[in-house]
């Protein structure tokens, strides 16, 4: 079974806090991804990375960034938090290009920016 | 721009009913699709994923594909109590950086709701 794991499944953070969320696949995935998720607004691609020390943006890279020095994990970094980053954030992984890109979602964390 | 467009809902269905849930996409080069569930405060689960044009069935499953159409859709038969929950489309579209690399777009998702 594939497990991905994230940091912390709730986090509080004050305006200005740098946040780091952590997350950890064990299935040897190439590919990693982080989203957010918003009522109304739906699933939505931060950044994701094809490859270890690669990233690529997403749709709504703006105020983020990310880290990938080993396979199995993709960290997601909010330099200076603010209160519209307050959102629930889920990691994803999948196999790879051309073998496989079915993506499994870790728990989430829902993060609170005050 | 990349759009993967889904009624909101909710969709209501009494239990042991078919629920029909439609989804369609703008990207015209799109060849892979996939049908997540997700329970309220959990995250998505994969259901099915299709890639040719017609049918693919699994359980009281199934996902119909129309490529001309650009139209994608899931089928639950024998709706459980259960199956309450958002159901999203996601479409594989090439990545920004393109050279092979691809992301999945998500649609906003229909609430199903089965009424025992």
């Known amino acids: 079974d594939v497990k991905v794991t994230q940091s912390s499944r709730y986090l509080v953070k004050r305006t200005g806090e740098k946040v780091f969320l952590e997350c950890v696949q064990d299935?040897?995935?190439?590919?990693m991804f982080w989203y957010r998720q918003d009522p109304g607004l739906g699933l939505r691609l931060i950044y994701f990375s094809y490859d270890v020390k690669m990233k690529e943006k997403g749709d709504i890279p703006e105020g983020y960034s990310v880290s990938r020095e080993k396979k199995e994990r993709f960290s997601l970094i909010l330099e200076s938090a603010s209160t519209n980053q307050t959102s629930m954030y889920l990691c994803?992984?999948?196999?790879?290009?051309?073998?496989?890109?079915?993506?499994?979602f870790g728990p989430g964390t829902r993060l609170l920016v005050l | 721009q990349k759009e993967v467009e889904q009624n909101s809902g909710p969709l209501s269905v009494p239990e042991g009913a078919i629920a029909s849930l439609n989804c369609t996409y703008s990207d015209r080069v799109s060849q892979s699709f996939f049908w997540y569930r997700q329970y309220s405060g959990k995250s998505p689960e994969l259901i099915m994923s299709?890639?040719?044009?017609g049918d693919k069935e699994d359980g009281r499953f199934t996902a119909q594909l129309n490529k001309a159409s650009q139209y994608v859709s899931l089928l639950i038969r024998d709706s459980q109590p259960s199956d309450s929950a958002t159901y999203l489309c996601?479409?594989?579209?090439?990545?920004?950086?393109?050279?092979?690399?691809?992301?999945?777009?998500f649609g906003k998702g229909t609430k199903l709701s089965v009424i025992p």
């Open positions: 996601a479409v594989k579209t090439a990545g920004y950086s393109g050279a092979g690399s691809y992301q999945l777009t």
């Open positions: 994803a992984s999948s196999l790879g290009r051309g073998f496989g890109e079915t993506q499994y």
């Open positions: 299935m040897d995935h190439e590919n």
């Open positions: 299709i890639y040719s044009n």
